[in-house]
């Protein structure tokens, strides 16, 4: 095949969560199709994300200028884990900042390929602007969701009509949203901090009201979900934007690359070990994700909850809110006295620094339930294992997960509602105890849960002699049938002819 292979751009927002299933999907193209990537980021994340890429990968890294300086942040904070929460907003509408810098990039990049276009560029939720520059250079966009289509229908349908605005003013404490009634009632509680407090006037109502609604230049957007269970919310956008929705998840990142992406933490070997030496489905796991931690006195109460309900667990500590969050855990001074000698010497309980092997964790046969922030990487993972959850939301749109997983799906818990809600220790131990033990309502989580891990299993099955596609395997087909297809009627008549005239090429796959 002397053809030259086809290329897709992906660019995704500088935070974990947005990294993370970018970098999933790239791994799968690459393996699954023979397309080359382009993986655009910020010079600091490029650094990162070099070392956590596989040996045998060949996706090229991009970077495109960026001196976080330039735009009111401190020095060298490229990437969300890293930025003041008050700043995470700055570092969006700088991102925004990149449009002109990322228009002469993939020009280039053209250039560079002697005026072989792109396949397709796909581009981050909160990079709607992109789609303008899509159409400007006459490529196919699409927009790739790390969340859910539920958790980002609400979502999105709350930055657009800020329906919570009358209902806080009439002293109101739950609502309805004007376009997505099916998502039923929505409690003020349910609303991260910056939601709950917009007006409309306010740097993260502004920044989304100006590029939430560009999605409707794109030509569609991925989702890494499963159709089967959240479908509610890829109906609202099929009917709020009038473009094809492509449900591919879940796209995971394996253990291993997972591992050279953080730093720190238990080994898999430890954690095995450990999980190796308990019985069959009676272990906890408590994270709250790479973000976020909890108040002081939330972390008391769930050590004491944890300890009350004597369950094996394994706990990934953070110090509190209020303290460095890459200083060093103290036990002594955060958890209830002799709590951690009282864990290891019972070996009732493992707690971990930071970080710990997630995937390894679940898939694990002692494992029973997973207590989780829920954002949608981490919903996925527990899933993907059939483990039912325990949901206690911290940001974003993981109360809405949690919502979906309560109300829709039957596979979860709430236990609590973000940083600063009061939590009552016998309260989350009588739910660790409900979901654990073998009452009905633990056995019918139980069951659901193993119901939902044979929809994503036979979503991602691709089966080449029986013939036999999933539908997340025939929505990626889908989706690049539209990329090669779709990719000319994006181009202006002055693109189509001259110099960088594009041939028509065979699209390989079909
Ligand atoms: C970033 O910008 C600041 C302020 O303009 C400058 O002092 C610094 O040298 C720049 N850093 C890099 C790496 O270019
Ligand atoms: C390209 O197309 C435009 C519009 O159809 C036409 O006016 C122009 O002459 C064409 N240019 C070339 C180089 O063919």
């Known amino acids: 095949m002397a053809e030259k292979r086809e290329n897709v751009v992906m660019f995704p927002f500088m935070a974990q969560g947005h990294i993370i299933p970018f970098l999933a999907l790239a791994l799968l193209i690459e393996k699954t199709r023979n397309y080359k990537i382009t993986f655009v980021n910020t010079p600091l994340n490029i650094k990162k994300l070099r070392s956590s890429l596989p040996s045998d990968s060949c996706v090229q890294l991009l970077e495109i200028p960026f001196n976080s300086s330039e735009h009111g942040l401190p020095p060298n904070t490229e990437n969300c884990d890293v930025v003041p929460y008050h700043l995470v907003v700055r570092l969006l509408e700088a991102s925004a900042s990149l449009r002109p810098v990322f228009k002469q990039l993939v020009e280039d990049i053209i250039r560079q390929q002697d005026g072989q276009r792109p396949l397709c560029i796909i581009g981050d939720i909160f990079f709607g602007w992109m789609a303008g520059v899509a159409e400007e250079v006459g490529l196919f966009h699409a927009v790739l969701s790390g969340a859910g289509g539920f958790g980002l229908a609400c979502y999105y349908s709350i930055w657009l009509n800020l329906p919570h605005k009358q209902v806080k003013k009439d002293g109101g404490d739950h609502f309805l949203l004007p376009d997505f009634q099916e998502a039923s009632k929505i409690e003020l509680t349910q609303l991260p901090l910056t939601m709950s407090v917009a007006d409309g006037r306010d740097s993260w109502s502004i920044f989304h009201h100006k590029y939430l609604p560009e999605w409707t230049k794109s030509g569609g957007i991925l989702f890494n979900t499963v159709e089967e269970f959240d479908d509610i919310g890829l109906v609202y956008f099929k009917r709020k934007l009038s473009k094809p929705v492509w449900a591919v998840g879940p796209i995971l990142l394996s253990t291993e690359n997972r591992i050279r992406a953080s730093m720190g933490g238990a080994t898999p070997e430890y954690c095995k070990a450990w999980l190796d030496s308990k019985p069959e489905k009676s272990v906890l796991f408590v994270s709250f994700g790479s973000m976020n931690t909890i108040s002081p006195s939330q972390m008391m109460e769930l ?19 209020g303290f460095d969050i890459n200083s060093e855990f103290k036990a002594n001074e955060w958890l209830p006295e002799g709590f951690e000698e009282r864990m290891r010497e019972s070996e009732k309980g493992l707690l971990v620094n930071k970080w710990a092997p997630q995937q390894e964790i679940l898939s694990h046969k002692s494992t029973s339930v ?25 940001a974003a749109e993981q109360f809405f997960n949690v919502k979906l997983l309560v ?5 979860c818990v709430e236990v609590a509602r973000g ?15 409900l979901l654990m033990s ?7 989580m139980r069951r659901k849960a193993c119901e939902v891990r044979e929809m994503i ?22 989706f690049f049938h539209a990329a090669g297809t779709m990719r000319f009627q994006t181009h202006t008549p002055n693109q189509l002819n ?13």
């Open 303 to 321: 050590a004491k909850a944890l300890e009350l309900s004597g369950r094996h667990f394994i706990w990934v500590v953070r110090p509190p809110i």
């Open 370 to 394: 997973f207590l989780s922030h829920c954002g949608w990487n981490s919903v996925l993972e527990s899933l993907s294992h059939g483990v039912p959850l325990l949901g206690w939301a911290m």
């Open 407 to 411: 109300e829709q799906v039957g596979v």
């Open 419 to 433: 940083k600063t809600c009061e939590v009552k220790h016998e309260e989350v131990a009588a739910k660790i105890k």
């Open 438 to 444: 073998d009452s009905e309502k633990g056995k019918e």
């Open 457 to 478: 299993e036979s979503a991602m099955k691709d089966d080449d002699e029986g013939g036999f596609k999933g539908f997340s395997v025939k929505a990626m087909d889908e």
């Open 498 to 510: 001259g110099t960088n005239q594009p041939r028509v090429q065979r699209v390989d796959d079909f």
